[in-house]
């Protein structure tokens, strides 16, 4: 909207926003000329809508009062071993004077969602106010930079460095006393589930790097006592087809109630289209796609010869087809829930697309196939076995849900392998079993769709799944016993020494010698000596420093296509013309 003024701003966008509602075909019309030229303001707009002072009046009109003291704006310092010193913002929502955080030992470290480019806490409020005001515990939720400005690692680094700053600080850092170091569980929404699930590998897996006996010596970071994840977005592959493994850890046995309307609506697409009858439940049951094989089809002749001899005569054979009940056609295609739910309203494969290239940036090149902290879903098994507790909550026609029930499955089957192992070493009774809710617990929600906890003030019934995920927090807490995590004498003595090791960056498309953002491996030119010769002293400098200068070494045609093409989709999004020297 091109109104200059704040407030007109807003109250135009409450005034389109009734008339839009009302007039349903001009909506959609408008949604379809928006979506097909989104930029990073429309989807800011659309999403910081709920921070307006109009809504947010109606909104504190229509919420019941959790909380006594209102949200406290905080900055958490990071570690003397960041490469950045820009403290991280914070929002810190706690029922109680701050000097009665002194008193406590346990932290809820919430990470919005918001699609990588925009939202901050507030737009999370209703969420997070009900969580500290039910469980009494303070609940840090954590206004991370966000994309283009700051592209993938920044924001996933700033989450891990206040993890880090709160165990290495005892808490002090957000006011907490210091006398024991803080039993944490990570929560995330959305773009913040994959940076909740991104520090807990970048945790498990500093325990398992290289230099894993200097870091025992100094103290390593311990794994938060759980993770509650709504929604989260786990892969950044936009595929159109399930694999045969993704399907086989849907259709496990042991999920295969709570699984039952997602490998019901993988089917549905292929019975409507084909107007085939559809198999019942204990039928699908039975007759899974990971159980389908495709036989070769009988020759005419063999297939008659076969008749003849089951039945006796021509007109037998044909009075046993006539009579029999019609076959079901089986099919080894499911499409993934992202194709499936196409035309969802609140999260379509645009503003998908849209939120990646914003997110990796035009000058990153991430592998896409193998980067786990970009994609959690591709995590290897190893750091999976060593997850605390996860719950996970979704909407059964969330686009992304096929993200939750891939990842748990994972996590299920992980973990699975890990009893076995250590039964068959004799690290466990003889006697025991697994049982996966130890480990992992799903839920899904029928008939519902991505972002669901943003629209309690219009759907009431959100109420009772954010008092769900309160009950998670409170389970955690009390069924894991305090873990001797060793001494922390104070910020940087301890668990400081392991920071380093493994603070993530992302592939980029410079040459050695250009000042690099990010903090992993770089395309370089011919000739330049890999960071890895010297071990976590890599080049970094911070995102804030926008004026990056361009390589003068000519790259390849094909690293030139591919820099001409993500700086042309981003530029487009960020609404800027790209500016690219073409090569000598």
Same mark, same amino acid.
């Given at each position: ?7 007109l ?64 704006a ?18 810190l ?41 039910? /469980? ?7 206004d ?37 170091v ?9 773009a ?52 045969d ?24 697409d292929?019975?409507k ?72 309203r ?37 750091l999976?076995?060593?997850f ?5 909550? /979704? ?6 849900v ?45 008939g ?33 016993e ?35 953002p ?16 010297k ?50």
């Amino acid at each position: 909207m091109k109104i200059r003024t704040k407030w007109l701003r807003d109250l135009a966008s409450i005034v389109f926003t009734v008339h839009y509602l009302i007039a349903a075909e001009q909506a959609d019309e408008k949604v379809r000329k928006v979506r097909g030229l989104l930029t990073v303001d429309h989807l800011r707009v659309s999403w910081n809508k709920t921070t307006t002072p109009y809504l947010r009046v109606l909104s504190r009109l229509l919420r019941p009062r959790l909380t006594r003291y209102s949200p406290r704006a905080i900055r958490i310092p990071r570690p003397a071993e960041s490469p950045y010193k820009e403290p991280v913002n914070a929002w810190l929502y706690f029922d109680g004077p701050l000097s009665a955080l002194k008193n406590h030992t346990k932290i809820v470290l919430d990470m919005p969602g918001g699609g990588y480019v925009a939202m901050s806490p507030r737009h999370h409020e209703d969420k997070l106010l009900a969580w500290a005001g039910r /469980t009494g515990l303070p609940v840090l939720s954590l206004d991370y930079k966000k994309a283009p400005e700051y592209p993938y690692p920044y924001a996933l680094n700033e989450c891990y460095d206040v993890y880090h700053n709160l165990i290495a600080t005892r808490g002090r850092c957000m006011g907490l006393s210091g006398a024991a170091v803080p039993r944490i569980i990570l929560t995330g929404d959305s773009a913040g589930g994959n940076f909740a699930t991104g520090v807990t590998l970048m945790i498990v897996q500093s325990a398992a790097g290289r230099d894993t006996q200097r870091y025992q010596a100094s103290g390593l970071l311990p794994v938060p006592e759980g993770l509650v994840l709504i929604y989260p977005s786990l892969d950044m592959n936009i595929g159109n087809w399930m694999s045969d493994d993704q399907m086989a850890l849907i259709q496990d046995q042991r999920t295969r109630k709570v699984n039952r309307n997602i490998l019901r609506r993988k089917s549905e697409d292929y019975y409507k289209l084909a107007e085939t009858p559809r198999p019942s439940d204990d039928e699908a049951e039975s007759d899974g796609v990971s159980d389908i094989k495709s036989e070769p089809p009988l020759a005419p002749v063999a297939a008659l010869e076969g008749a003849l001899a089951s039945s006796g005569t021509i007109n037998d054979t044909k009075a046993n087809v006539v009579g029999s009940k019609p076959k079901v056609l089986k099919t080894r295609l499911a499409m993934s829930s992202m194709i499936s739910y196409f035309n969802d309203r609140v999260l379509t494969p645009e503003m998908m697309r849209a939120m990646i290239i914003l997110y990796v940036g035009p000058h990153n090149r991430p592998d896409f196939s193998t980067d786990y902290l970009l994609s959690p879903l591709l995590a290897p098994e190893a750091l999976l076995a060593k997850f605390p507790k996860t719950f996970f909550l /979704t909407g059964e026609r969330d686009p992304l849900v096929d993200d939750t029930v891939i990842f748990a499955g994972r996590i299920r089957q992980a973990k699975h392998n890990d009893f076995v192992q250590r039964k068959e070493l004799g690290l466990l009774k003889y006697r025991a079993e697994f049982d996966e809710k130890d480990h992992v617990e799903v839920t899904l929600l029928p008939g519902i769709s991505h972002g669901f906890l943003q629209f309690v003030s219009i759907f009431p019934e959100a109420w009772k799944h954010v008092f769900r995920c309160t009950r998670w927090i409170e389970e955690i807490f009390d069924n894991n016993e305090p873990a001797d995590n060793g001494p922390v004498t104070d910020a940087h003595s301890s668990v400081g020494g392991s920071h380093q090791g493994h603070h993530h960056g992302v592939t980029t498309e410079s040459s050695g010698d250009e000042d690099n953002p990010l903090m992993m491996s770089s395309t370089r030119a011919p000739g330049h000596t890999p960071p890895s010769s010297k071990r976590g002293r890599g080049k970094r400098v911070r995102h804030a420093e926008r004026g990056r200068n361009r390589s003068m070494v000519s790259l390849g045609s094909e690293a030139d296509l591919l820099d001409r093409r993500m700086a042309g989709l981003a530029g487009g999004l960020m609404g800027m013309t790209p500016d690219i020297t073409p090569t000598p």
